[in-house]
């Protein structure tokens, strides 16, 4: 037994002889330096903003004004990516990913699909007893990143991206009283975009930054229809 306990202990005292002023390079954690399919090249080119989780405020421009939109009109942003290293530098880098996006627009207005194959938007009269109107996006779509930032732990960055995607589906959903009862009616839009493009920026530090997020075009392709480009800002988390 005591044989066990000396052959046990002597390695654990051979690791604890270490020289104080040697710095490790070992930075623990498999997507610290992972890249797809294989560990990187040179470990010391630390990879960042490969998950990405964003919570934004939705609001737009065009017929109706911006930030009109109540403070719960949330939307939440997913994103995997590969940081694309480039060997001369660390302070430059490129995203490639997947994302999805809901989008939360809660409003005063409501929106309805017109006879003429369009998307109009009007305001409910002071008899109606609408309890609250809102107007859902779900997207899919492929970022694209150009990606600056500084050396060190506590690195500064920004971010320069582009989105390309689909939108499957928008709906304008709607609860109101009617006869002493609460109804609620789902309605999916007839004139949408299937096809959409966003910029966007992020800036901040390490693992936060702010982010701002503009659709160039109008969210209902018809010219009959009401004119809204969106946008939203809000606050981006980046992990691994």
Not at 36 to 65: E, S, V
Request: proline content about 5%.
């Amino acid at each position: 037994m005591r044989l066990i306990l000396i052959f046990l202990l002597f390695p654990c005292l051979l690791f604890g002889q270490k020289d104080d002023n040697l710095v490790s390079r070992n930075r623990p954690g498999l997507f610290w330096y992972f890249n797809g399919n294989r560990p990187i090249t040179d470990a010391d080119y630390r990879k960042y903003n490969r998950f990405i989780i964003d919570a934004t405020y939705n609001t737009w421009l065009g017929d109706i004004n911006p930030f009109q939109n109540k403070w719960n009109s949330i939307g939440y942003h997913f994103s995997l990516n590969k940081d694309i290293q480039i060997q001369s530098t660390e302070r430059v880098t490129f995203g490639l990913g997947l994302g999805y996006s809901y989008l939360n627009h809660s409003l005063e207005r409501v929106f309805f699909n017109t006879q003429h194959q369009s998307v109009d938007t009007e305001l409910p009269s002071p008899n109606d007893s609408l309890i609250y109107s809102r107007l859902t996006i779900h997207q899919f779509y492929i970022p694209f990143e150009l990606r600056f930032k500084s050396l060190g732990w506590k690195h500064v960055k920004f971010i320069l991206g582009a989105r390309l995607g689909i939108q499957p589906a928008i709906f304008s959903k709607t609860k109101f009283w009617e006869d002493e009862q609460e109804q609620y009616s789902e309605d999916r839009m007839q004139d949408m975009r299937w096809l959409y493009t966003a910029v966007y920026c992020r800036f901040g530090i390490r693992n936060w930054s702010l982010i701002g997020i503009f659709n160039p075009l109008s969210l209902f392709p018809s010219e009959q229809s009401v004119q809204l480009r969106p946008f939203q800002i809000g606050l981006s988390l980046s992990l691994f």
